[in-house]
């Protein structure tokens, strides 16, 4: 069974029969249980994910109550027990993380709880198929923030709807992962009851917080129940048609911009509002222009995706500057002593993301998911798998008062939603590898591994071997059963071609005159680049070799002028990784830090470091004062800077991502 899964998703996954749908993705994704990791970046994190990460989050589940919710909705007596009416999903969000796990690391009691964890989600679902224990559990007395009657305040604060998606992706991970249907019939009888109440000649309502179109796209895909993917559909197009808002107002919450209802979708044209609702919007959004063929769908999508990458995301893949509604800012509000960076909103950001490249083909999209992925998301959890961020600072410093924002890891969260988004998103990374169309076979991500595609109709398996992202160094070895021709695509990464970024909001402060090297068994190739990937089109043969060395010189990045917070300022990245600098390295401070703009750097590996990271050093200049706090002197002492993921895994320090490059002023603080 294990043999035949991968071919069994990817027939369930894109079936691409005319009874069953006729149009979708052009660019197909490699499933994940293809890819098996054999690298020392990605696969510890993987199994930490399995043996610290899953357990902890199902511990604390059990532990807050949120288990207790199923348990007395079944019976349907007791009083809800946690805070909020979406902790329902942190049980799905693990199960579909642990699902998703169970296809890399076989264990049998995971699987024997899951499926224990499943009998009382079954137990909880009403005969109709609601589902939903903030209600259930006392119908007379629920959650004050779902109303009296079922869905009245799904626009702004139940969650039921929200709840449905978590369900809807946990079970399609679980069918596919371990072919079970218990969960997959539950999140049916669910999808059924909503597609039969809500539509455009039946109830109206614009979901409060996005997440079940994507769920219900899943569905389609494996069942192939139109209703699926029309509701889905509805509820993208009934945005922005209710006139119980304020469209005077400023205030996002009252003209229904915070949740992307202030105007029709197909009028949108920036990222706006609630920055994880709005990247679930996008990406389902991608899904249904996919799946849709309409050109409306996907001109939307294209256009709020620019948006996104030339005037609202941080340097380290970060979204959602305000942390007043975890929202977006205007165009170029990127504060960085008050950035929020929600965890969740990097994960929304990358199923976006992926999803682009699928329609369109092009490395600029998994260029920015590189940039989250590396970045802004792995921030979110801790070294240790069991601590974590809801918010990604951008800088700390000892003065700052953090009103709301994190300068130091947590174990839970009162709302946990991001822990438990980590959980599902880790172990579905080697699914963003390799992606095809027709016989052209795309490398997207670089990792040390082993992999099975089917090109023609044969097997191909391709072995990659590299110390990224330490190192620029990759290997391809090619072995078709047989000899085949077929175009195998590399991403040639923008930061190896002297791009920040696919727009001008950041930018190197000196070109690279170095291309990519690229080799076929030891003889050096002259390639064309297409969309952002080296072409190699050839009749592979066993154990071709394929070389690319990638520049891993350490970059300075400066920030478009209209970036006011990033003035005169540099930030520094290698390879894919955006660094920063913690006081733990540089006597205790970073804040006082001038890193001026010909500093000249160097690098070492340090394996006992942060379970081993690539450390930049160079010179810099610190600003002090005497014993008196009276004199204000400068001079010069090393200066370390570490991977950006890495920082606050180590006690609370001060921290920094954006550096001056001269001192133009000083700030008098007083305590």
């Not at 899951?114 to 006392?138: S, V």
């Not at 620019?306 to 509000?333: C, F, I, P, W």
């Not at 993921?645 to 001192?663: C, D, H, K, Q």
């Amino acid at each position: 069974m294990r043999r035949l899964l991968p071919y069994i998703i990817t027939f369930l996954l894109f079936p691409f029969t005319a009874v069953t749908q006729q149009a979708d993705y052009a660019f197909r994704p490699v499933p994940f249980t293809n890819v098996r990791l054999t690298d020392s970046f990605w696969l510890p994190r993987l199994r930490i994910n399995h043996t610290v990460t899953i357990p902890a989050s199902f511990e604390r589940c059990e532990k807050t109550g949120r288990v207790k919710n199923f348990e007395m909705a079944a019976t349907r007596t007791g009083k809800f027990c946690t805070t909020f009416p979406f902790d329902d999903t942190d049980i799905y969000k693990t199960i579909e993380g642990a699902s998703f796990s169970l296809s890399l690391f076989p264990d049998k009691q995971l699987a024997s709880y899951i499926d224990t964890l499943i009998g009382k989600i079954a137990g909880a679902q009403e005969p109709d198929g609601y589902l939903y224990t903030a209600r259930t559990i006392d119908p007379l007395h629920p959650h004050n923030w779902a109303g009296s009657e079922r869905w009245v305040k799904e626009r702004e604060l139940s969650h039921e709807l929200y709840n449905s998606g978590h369900l809807y992706e946990a079970a399609a991970a679980h069918f596919l992962a371990t072919g079970k249907r218990n969960l997959l019939d539950i999140a049916i009888r669910n999808a059924d009851l909503v597609c039969s109440v809500f539509g455009h000649d039946k109830k109206h309502v614009a979901p409060g917080h996005q997440v079940i179109e994507m769920g219900l796209v899943k569905l389609y895909r494996i069942t192939g129940k139109k209703e699926y993917l029309e509701t889905a559909k509805y509820f993208i197009e009934e945005r922005g048609h209710y006139s119980g808002y304020d469209a005077k107002s400023k205030d996002p919450w009252k003209n229904g911009a915070y949740w992307q209802d202030h105007v029709p979708v197909t009028d949108q044209r920036e990222a706006i509002g609630h920055a994880v609702r709005a990247g679930y919007l996008y990406a389902a959004i991608a899904d249904i222009a996919a799946l849709t063929g309409d050109e409306k769908w996907l001109k939307v999508t294209d256009t709020i995706w620019t948006n996104l990458v030339s005037k609202k995301l941080y340097v380290q893949g970060g979204a959602g500057a305000v942390g007043s509604g975890e929202r977006y800012g205007d165009n170029y509000e990127l504060p960085n002593a008050t950035a929020y960076n929600e965890t969740c909103a990097a994960i929304a950001n990358v199923y976006w993301n992926q999803r682009m490249f699928q329609l369109h083909g092009e490395a600029k999209y998994i260029d920015v998911l590189e940039k989250i992925l590396y970045n802004g998301l792995i921030s979110g959890v801790g070294l240790d798998g069991k601590s974590f961020f809801y918010t990604n600072a951008m800088q700390v410093k000892n003065s700052q008062q953090h009103k709301g924002l994190e300068a130091e890891r947590s174990g839970w969260f009162e709302c946990s939603c991001c822990p438990t988004n980590v959980t599902r998103l880790l172990p579905s990374v080697p699914g963003y590898m390799y992606a095809q169309k027709d016989d052209r076979l795309y490398v997207n991500l670089f990792a040390s591994s082993i992999s099975v595609v089917s090109i023609k109709g044969k097997d191909v398996s391709i072995t990659q071997k590299n110390n990224y992202p330490w190192a620029g160094d990759l290997a391809f070895t090619i072995t078709p059963k047989s000899a085949l021709s077929f175009p195998l695509l590399i991403r040639i990464p923008g930061w190896a071609m002297s791009e920040a970024i696919p727009s001008d909001l950041y930018s190197y402060a000196a070109a690279t005159n170095t291309r990519p090297v690229i080799m076929i068994n030891g003889t050096a190739l002259s390639y064309e680049i297409e969309n952002g990937y080296a072409v190699i089109a050839r009749t592979w043969k066993k154990n071709d070799i394929v070389e690319v060395s990638l520049p891993m010189e350490v970059r300075t990045v400066l920030a478009n002028k209209k970036l006011g917070d990033n003035s005169g300022k540099i930030a520094l990245q290698r390879g894919p990784l955006m660094y920063c600098a913690e006081g733990h390295d540089n006597n205790g401070r970073v804040s006082n830090l001038v890193l001026p703009a010909d500093a000249i750097f160097t690098t070492s590996y340090q394996p006992d470091l942060l379970k081993g990271i690539t450390v930049i050093r160079s010179s810099s200049v610190a600003v002090v004062t005497d014993t008196n706090a009276i004199t204000v002197s400068s001079l010069k002492q090393p200066f370390v800077a570490i991977p950006y993921y890495a920082w606050a895994n180590r006690g609370r320090s001060e921290m920094l991502v954006w550096f001056p490059a001269t001192i133009k002023d000083i700030d008098i603080i007083t305590h």
